[in-house]
T-cell receptor
Framework: AQKITQTQPGMFVQEKEAVTLDCTYD???????LFWYKQPSSGEMIFLIY??????QNATEGRYSLNFQKARKSANLVISASQLGDSAMYFC???????????FGQGTTLQVKP | DAGVIQSPRHEVTEMGQEVTLRCKPI?????LFWYRQTMMRGLELLIY????????DSGMPEDRFSAKMPNASFSTLKIQPSEPRDSAVYFC?????????????????FGSGTRLTVV
């Protein structure tokens, strides 16, 4: 069975500082994909970054980077130079095997302080 | 493309009534997903379709819930009869096929959601 775990219900970060949101996963599929989504208070789900299980390098998208440690089954999101607009709920998600099925972790609420 | 379109945006209904949520996926996407989001349970996958065929409905909470995809451009999620515990935000999402090596096609696009309140 596949499982995604986010152990930080809430996080605070000072504006302009970096923050790491934790995500661990469990799957028996050799091929899988890991995703991070942002959900602001308005409710929409915004795709941030993707990491494939066979990707050799950590994914980066602007201020977002994914710290992928395959042996430890972790896929932490790093946000550099936090901005007030980064305050939101962040979800880690995984698609395993060839099913197309995307499952989510419980989410982490991030608050950026001015 | 206008993205994934869900309707209605908000729905308030009385307990016992039938509720139908609608979704129009992105043209060309061959996967469609229905999720439910609540504070207590987070984002739950209810059911997903591939090429209009239901693949996994193990997340559908009970027989009161049903989903259909009569064609590639339309899906419905129906709750009959509705109960207060069904109150949640229901998201529809669509995706292209699972092309692992095709980084341009791995994305899932979510609709804006339907906020359902059953009183």
């Amino acid at each position: 069975a596949q499982k995604i775990t986010q152990t930080q219900p809430g996080m605070f970060v000072q504006e302009k500082e970096a923050v790491t949101l934790d995500c661990t996963y469990d799957t028996s599929d050799p091929s899988y994909g890991l995703f991070w989504y942002k959900q602001p208070s308005s409710g929409e789900m915004i795709f941030l970054i993707y990491q494939g299980s066979y990707d050799q390098q950590n994914a980066t998208e602007g201020r977002y980077s994914l710290n992928f440690q395959k042996a430890r089954k972790s896929a932490n999101l790093v946000i550099s130079a936090s901005q007030l607009g980064d305050s939101a709920m962040y979800f880690c998600a995984m698609r395993g095997g060839n099913t197309g099925k995307l499952i989510f972790g419980q989410g982490t609420t991030l608050q950026v302080k001015p | 493309d206008a993205g994934v379109i869900q309707s209605p945006r908000h729905e308030v209904t009385e307990m016992g009534q039938e509720v139908t949520l609608r979704c129009k996926p992105i043209s060309g996407h061959d996967y469609l997903f229905w999720y439910r989001q609540t504070m207590m349970r987070g984002l739950e996958l209810l059911i997903y379709f591939n090429n209009n065929v239901p693949i996994d409905d193990s997340g559908m909470p009970e027989d009161r819930f049903s989903a259909k995809m009569p064609n590639a451009s339309f899906s419905t999620l129906k709750i009959q009869p509705s109960e207060p515990r069904d109150s949640a935000v229901y998201f529809c999402a669509s995706s292209l096929a699972t092309a692992w090596v095709d980084r341009d096609n791995y994305g899932y696009t979510f609709g804006s959601g339907t906020r359902l309140t059953v009183v």
